[in-house]
């Protein structure tokens, strides 16, 4: 990820009611999904988006493992 130097990356504060509304509408999530990706992933809203998505990359062996075959 490249990003501007100075340009800090958007951060979900679980503990402003208002910004956790914006967020959870902005993402199509209720805020207990929101505040649960956030335990989960940490306050960086790219990394909240793609977790809730399930676009978070695995191996194939991960994917074998989760499947029951190793």
Do not use: F, Y
Not at 21 to 47: F, I, M, N
């Amino acid at each position: 990820m490249t990003t501007q130097p100075g340009v800090q990356p958007d951060r979900i504060d679980t503990n402003n009611p208002v910004a956790c509304a914006k967020w959870a509408k902005k993402l199509d999530v209720t805020e207990a999904q929101l505040h649960e990706a956030v335990k989960a992933v940490g306050d960086v809203a790219s990394d909240v988006e793609m977790h809730l998505k399930g676009s978070h990359s695995t191996t194939n062996s991960d994917r074998m493992e989760e499947l029951g075959d190793s």
